[in-house]
């Protein structure tokens, strides 16, 4: 089984950890919306579920493994703007 962190990036860049520090980010295509498990949660958010989603992942200074979860997206358009977001305005996006 692949995990996300192997899957390969749809779109990737860096971001500027406190303005000055050049770190990477990567957006992965999946088939799986992965839920909460979480037995209190109701079931469309606790259970695993088959959708094309996104998966935003970065690194910070001086921390090659693992990939740090961004969040999820149910578009890639989405999981810009949620990227974006989380890491601050001074994302690059590689073409």
Request: proline content about 8%; some cysteine.
């Amino acid at each position: 089984m692949v995990t996300v962190d192997e899957l390969p990036a749809v779109k990737q860049g860096h971001w500027f950890f406190a303005g000055v520090t050049t770190c990477p980010v990567r957006i992965v295509r999946h088939h799986t919306l992965y839920g909460t498990h979480d037995p209190d949660d109701p079931p469309e958010i606790a259970q695993d579920r088959e959708a094309e989603c996104y998966y935003i992942r970065y690194h910070l200074p001086r921390l090659d493994s693992p990939w740090l979860d961004g969040g999820t997206a149910l578009t890639l358009r989405e999981a810009v703007f949620l990227a974006e977001r989380k890491l601050g305005p001074v994302v690059t996006w590689d073409d």
